[in-house]
């Protein structure tokens, strides 16, 4: 299919049914397709390449959709926009720009470019407007609807704001190198800005939630932990700087990120050692931030929605100097929310602000800030309980045996500078640092559960943890000359610090018979729970870096990487022997270094031809545990190691991309108690441990984003991930599942189409989550349980309507269908922490546009 046929196939207001299926299911690796952008396509992108033109006189639609086609741009205009309207032609050599105004001369239109390389049609409201300038502008017109995109080339930008896609050109998460998602030799997901609002994805668990392959999971009420391939997810990453999850319990108290402030989430699953250091073989989260514009532009949105929920947005941006060197971006949020269980509700902020300073052609600057709080009432620090032998009781989804006096109160601040260069021969260098400062203050509830005698009793808990964790990340990257051909390289450097200050008390005896059934708020008072100090933990991390991508042959690139890492832990634990002591029983010191750690990194692409590649790669990454051997000496760091083959596809030029992978993952050195103790060094008085432990993760992930038609977006991911013991300590471990109750099977569809013709200001779409069946079994106090949470499927729904130019309105309707299901299952009968997804409701959402 030539590109002006392809482009005429997406124009269309009735593409083949057929075609549709075949993109629909987003793995139709067979032919057909456009090859991904080239470096001319790139140039041309940008409305500087200079192109020979022979497009004739007629409809503009279709003419705009050859110019699309031949330059090779993503050009995006309404059927409102080109309707009844014709043009002249446009022949003979112009720039891109130049073409556009040619070609819409008399038309009352003008080409406007966004900052992403994109173009987009405007009404023309200057009469003296030349026939061949273009205005080069981001911001919309009053009068015409927001564009629907005729695809042409994939802008070789990764921001996605502005976009309307649900992929995006360019990554950098895997490797530290731009490259494509085809490119990638890895599993990679990217969330797009146009896919968070469409869904209403408010924190980073919702979008976790939707994301392919990934699993969000509460330890009660408030707690969220993520898991991928079957691996707990111990880093979350900012701009590319990663800040560690599992340092503290505060950490997991304070995931609710609110995404107002993301321009997009890049996902990498899999081992991602090069890119983080220390952690789980399980997967990167990397929430990149918005970014200042070249040209103002300012929106407001609010929102209503069930139990109560409020919320409202301001988002203002564009330059702050008459040169446009210095530019500016403030968000500010603000949220009410009433909860489904009773008594539950909760306030929160979020206050950010970003400047960038071109301190010259090739230097840039950029500080950033953000204030985050949340205050929460009527959440227990766990959640249900269930019967002794696991059984479910059946309670309705609002139940709470929250206090009138339970809270949990979160604030972060965190600050961020990057100073940018690039020099004239492509090289870059970027030198960035991070500063967190993040506090939690919360008193609630857990409930224990006596299963010999099945009562159930009541106990109180306080937490008072504040954390500071601190990156920098120095990097510099460019091209370099090998045996005739052009490669890359990447150098790098990077510094981590976490502090944790940690002070607590639990055990408090609030209820001894807790009625289930009959709960009162109000009659237990404030017990004012004091403090007494529990952990302190500092960790450092340092490294030192360098990745590769050699062109090997013209189809086949060749990506090398290694990183050395020097790991440092230090740790005071005090334990006291119940809840009235003030003094320590005993006071633990824990310290442990791992030095000169190296991590490796490999992936081989090979192109079948211009849409699709196949991959191959290995990752590792390593976790240093604080356990010795039998004679005394530390054992070595856990290591995860991810074997994965794939086939990519890159379609329209990459609008549209999709993947399907094999994986294998072992986690190897895990360590568990010896079996003959008296060997032990130390032995009666301390424990030592063998590091032969092994747990293999292997699956299927199949994977598909971006645009199926111009009108039509999706995001869709099955997951097929199983994880067993291989060896372990105890032997009838061996060959079961590691984790039963994070799912070994997950779809997740996520969708919008905009209608044509007359109904074009309309958009329809919505989102499937369905996960396979979960469980937790064994014995508490010699009495066997057995906690189910049976397959299930959740329908979202979202309606859009463009009532104006500037004014967005959107109507999110979730568990569409009010599905009863548990979001997060109890680990044991005797500590139950049962948790409710959330039953139907609806948010309407209405952003304007200045």
Known sequence: MSNLQRARFLGSPHPSPVALAVLALALGFMGGAPSH?????????????????????????????????????????????????????????????????????????????????????????????PAHSVPVAAAASANTLPPVTVIGTATASDTTEGTHSYTTGSMSTATRLDLSMRDTPQAVTVITRERIQDQGLATVNDVVQTAPGLTFRRFGPERASFYSRGMYVDNIMY????????????????????????????????????????????????????????????????????????????????????DGSLRGRTVIATQDYGGYKRGESSKGQTLYGILEKDLNASTKLTLSALHQESKLHGNGFTG????????????????????????????????????????????????????????????????SHNVTTGAYSQLGARNAHQERQASAHLYANGPFELMGRKHELVLGASYRNINFDGNSRQGLALNSKLDLHNFDPSAVADPEIPLRDWMDAKITQQSVYATTRLNVADRVKLILGGRLDWFDYNDTVNTYPNFAANTPSVIANNRYSVDNHLTKYAGLVFDLNDQHALYASYTDIFKPQNYRDASNKLLDPVVGRNYEIGIKGEYF???????????????????????????????????????????????????????????????????????????????????????????????????????????QRWRIGGSVYRQGFIYNKGTTSGIPFYITQKAYAVADLVIGWQATSALDVRLNINNVFDKKYYNALSGSAGFPSNVYGEPRNVMLSARYQF
């Open 384 to 447: 249900l309980p269930v019967a002794s032998d696991g059984s479910d009781l059946g309670l309705p989804r609002s139940t709470s045996y929250a206090n009138d006096w339970e809270h949990w109160n979160k604030t972060t601040n965190s600050a961020f500078i990057g100073l940018d260069h690039r020099f004239d021969n492509d090289w870059r260098v970027h030198l960035s640092a991070y500063y967190a400062q993040a506090e939690v203050d919360m008193q609630g509830h857990y409930i």
């Open 653 to 759: 030029d990459g609008a549209l991309n999709a993947s399907a992978a094999v994986f294998r993952m072992d986690q190897k050195n895990r360590a568990y108690r010896s079996t003959d103790q008296t060997q032990c060094v130390n032995y009666p008085t301390v424990t030592c441990y063998s590091a032969a432990g092994e747990v293999r993760s292997q699956g299927v992930e199949l994977e598909v984003q971006g645009a199926i038609t111009p009108n039509w977006q999706a995001g869709a991911g099955y997951t097929v991930a199983i994880a067993r013991y291989r060896k372990d300590a105890t032997a009838s471990n061996v060959g079961e599942l590691f984790d039963t109750d994070t799912p070994r099977h997950l779809f997740k569809l996520s969708t919008m189409y905009r209608l044509p013709g007359d109904l």
């Open 37 to 129: 952008a080239s470096a001319q396509g790139t140039a041309q992108a940008s409305g500087a390449g200079v192109v020979d033109f022979s497009i004739a006189a007629g409809p503009l639609a279709p003419a705009l959709r050859e110019l699309a086609s031949k330059s090779n741009i993503i050009l995006s205009f309404t059927a409102e926009q080109s309707d009844g309207k014709r043009t002249s032609g446009v022949s003979g050599r112009h720039t891109v720009s130049s073409a556009l105004a040619v070609l819409l001369n008399g038309t009352g239109l003008r080409a406007m470019q966004l900052d992403n390389g994109a173009f987009v049609l405007r009404a023309d409201t200057s009469h003296n407007t």
């Open 239 to 322: 701009d590319g700087l990663p800040v560690s999850l599992d340092s503290s319990n505060l950490s997991q108290d304070l995931l609710a990120t609110d995404m107002a402030i993301y321009d997009r989430v890049e996902i990498v699953r899999g081992a991602t050692g090069l890119a983080q250091g220390a952690g789980n073989p399980s997967a990167a989260i990397n929430l990149v931030r918005k970014r200042p514009t070249k040209i103002p532009q300012v929106s407001v949105g609010v929102s209503a929605g069930s139990w109560d929920r409020y919320r409202a947005e301001l988002d203002a941006s564009g330059p702050l100097s008459e």
